[in-house]
């Protein structure tokens, strides 16, 4: 079982516990569990491994949950989600991967229409028999229905996060084999895809090795698919298919370019290759008309032979890259050591799990200058957000703090902020002159998800032009795989934002990776910059910075174009309203 296999059953507690209408605190701790587990970088079963009391260092797990962790390690079970289930008709949770539809509704689904699976929710939608609940008119019918549709497209992706640990895990797995040489992951892994289909793992190794024996040796494999000298197929626990391709020493690089793709990227180097006279494949680059064997070996090689410079992965989608490569003007990519501190931080005082301290020391450890704690605001009961008074009373604990490190002479600061709810009529959740006194003003949208998206881009368009702002966050607040982004302009924002002199987030939490790739590189070509920020709500969650950053490495963002990439000064400077 491996962290997201465990984050995935006190998910589903919490929504079997929310549908049958159980206590809501109860409900939020099994789904902060969760959230722990899966953004926890180490696996749980290493920990173990250490002593059970190793697990009662991690934040945001209680005994209760602790058991429940040993247990799921010891036999692959909860027994407690196991009874839960059994309360339920089998298909009633699928509902749930239905775009707005939460465990209330299902329950509300359920009672009222007697709905027990995606089908007969599309088949009542079909049927009109939704228009009558309480809530919902023939507009949330269509809705449902465009859902489904949705659910069904995207269904059998994986997140990258949950990918990126089997792939090290697999990885370390297959080199423990003596003779294996190279374990590369290719696909859309190695291009840092939000959403990942299989995993796509080349090898080469010494003559003779029974590398694809010990391929599907691997404790994970449910099922065999196939098995072969050159490429094997297998289905893990987990659902997630992976093909194994053992190759040549002399076509490694020529492989890896192939199955790194993306296809569409690929079939543009072919078509250039083939203008040139060359035939390119997995196997190498070949004169088209006497068949000799040009390059393979690395991808410099393969990319040199079509007149290109070497193109990073990231930007690999057939969005322009060719044509940067052949002139030589790819540009620079941010890399995770520009990264100069996190602008976007929980702390206890509102939902995190973490004190002030824990937060800074770990930021500290990662190398940063500095962090901005970024509270909820008082609209936000749910997270704790704070009053006026507590803002203020915080505003000094950082103070405070603050002297502490520059008496102890650290060179490290942190950054008063908040993350101040944008209301639905787009006014900001606290007065002008309170956000005024922080450094970091991070503006978010935490409410109405689903309106028009006129309203939603008035809204939040109205919140940039107060000139409060300094940092517009998750702008399209989806949820990869479970919610869709808001029907937001984001032509429109991003030249709000340029005009107004504000920094667009892209939030590096797995789920959310927003802005995405594209948004990124409209950003980039308005000239807004844009900070990449983790949004933890704990220590661990800081290391998600690495998602962001190759999100905006596949959004063509170099140093320049990102706001906290810059130290502290130039950074304070920048947050300077004025
Ligand atoms: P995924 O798995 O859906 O997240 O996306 P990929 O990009 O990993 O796609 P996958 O696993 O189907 O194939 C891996 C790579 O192999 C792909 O990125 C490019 C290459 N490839 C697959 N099929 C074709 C093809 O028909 N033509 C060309 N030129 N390349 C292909
Ligand atoms: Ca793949
Ligand atoms: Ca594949």
Redesign the pocket.
Known sequence: MDNPQIARIFEEIADILEIKGENPFRVRSYRNAALVVQGFAVSLKSIVEGGEEELEKIPGIGTSIREKVVEILATGKCKFHDGLLKELPPGLLELLRISGVGPKKVALLYDKVGIKSVDELEKAAQAHKLCGLPGMGEKSEQKILKAVQEAKRVSG?FGLSTVRTVAEDYKSHIKKLKGVIDVEP????R?W?E????L?ILVTCKKGVPVMDHFVSYPEVSEVVAKGDTKSTVILTNGLQV?LRVLDKKSFGSALQ??????AH??AV?DRAKRMGLKISEYGVFREKTGKWMAGRTEQDVYGAVGLEWVPPELRENRGEIEAAEASKLPGLIELKHIKGDLHVHTKESDGANTLEEMAEAAMAMGYEYIAVTEHSKGLAIARGLEEKRLLKHIETIDRFNERLKKKGVKFRVLKGTEVDIRSDGTLDYKSSLLERLDCVVGAVHSGFDMPGKDMTRRILKAISTAKLHILAHPTGRLIGTREPYAVDMEKVINAAKKYGVFLELNAYPERLDLNDIHCKLAKDTGVLVAISTDAHNTLHLKNIVYGVHTARRGWLGKKDVLNAGGLKEVLKLLKKG
């Open positions: 992706r290719s696909g859309s892994l291009r895809k959403s990942i289909g299989d796509d093909d192939y199955f790194t793709g993306s296809k690929n079939i072919r």
